[in-house]
T-cell receptor
Framework: GNSVTQMEGPVTLSEEAFLTINCTYTATGYPSLFWYVQYPGEGLQLLLK?????DKGSNKGFEATYRKETTSFHLEKGSVQVSDSAVYFC?????????FGKGTMLLVSP | EPEVTQTPSHQVTQMGQEVILRCVPISNHLYFYWYRQILGQKVEFLVS????????KSEIFDDQFSVERPDGSNFTLKIRSTKLEDSAMYFCASTGQGALQETQYFGPGTRLLVL
């Protein structure tokens, strides 16, 4: 079956540091890949997505590239802000439903 | 910007009681989903719903669970007789049709605590 593995958190960074959150997946076929973000007290918000190999999704300074050869979709940001503190979920979509990773908490300090 | 809403935000109930969680999907969306997240665990798919019937369900979605679209706007999840292990955050999501079916938009969740 489909599965998503994310790096364990929390990830603790200082403002303006570089961020990488690793995500790898196992899936049959050619899934679409997503990053969702959950800010404290809020729901899951779509951050970015990629629907085929070598696609790069980007939004709000975050980027992730769909790497079929390594079955990965790592999230990166060049310079994090305190307001980026949240839980980040990697997910894949097979036919219709989403399979999520466990989520990675990011804490950014001033 | 249109959004998915859910009520209540929190619910506490006694084991064995029935609960109904409510969701209002984005107005022109046609596909609806429920997911749940037990504290510290992954977000898990429960059920998807289209054209007034269940289109897919997971092993978690047993006879204790049911879904309904009672009118043109609400989408509900009913748990008939709650168990302690039903304590979780429940998320509703919806998508549009065609290419718009690609992205699921989530509500803020209902935190259910079963005592």
């Amino acid at each position: 079956g489909n599965s998503v593995t994310q790096m364990e958190g929390p990830v603790t960074l200082s403002e303006e540091a570089f961020l990488t959150i690793n995500c790898t997946y196992t899936a049959t076929g050619y899934p679409s890949l997503f990053w969702y973000v959950q800010y404290p007290g809020e729901g899951l918000q779509l951050l970015l997505k990629a629907t085929k190999a070598d696609d790069k999704g980007s939004n709000k300074g975050f980027e992730a590239t769909y790497r079929k050869e390594t079955t990965s979709f790592h999230l990166e940001k060049g310079s994090v802000q305190v307001s980026d503190s949240a839980v980040y979920f990697c997910a894949l979509k097979g036919y219709s439903t989403l399979t999520f990773g466990k989520g990675t908490m990011l804490l950014v300090s001033p | 910007e249109p959004e998915v809403t859910q009520t209540p935000s929190h619910q506490v109930t006694q084991m064995g009681q029935e609960v109904i969680l409510r969701c209002v999907p984005i107005s022109n969306h046609l596909y609806f989903y429920w997911y749940r997240q037990i504290l510290g665990q992954k977000v898990e798919f429960l059920v998807s719903f289209y054209n007034n019937e269940i289109s897919e369900k997971s092993e978690i979605f047993d006879d204790q669970f049911s879904v309904e679209r009672p009118d043109g706007s609400n989408f509900t999840l009913k748990i008939r007789s709650t168990k302690l292990e039903d304590s979780a955050m429940y998320f509703c999501a919806s998508t549009g049709q065609g290419a718009l079916q690609e992205t699921q938009y989530f509500g803020p969740g209902t935190r259910l605590l079963v005592l």
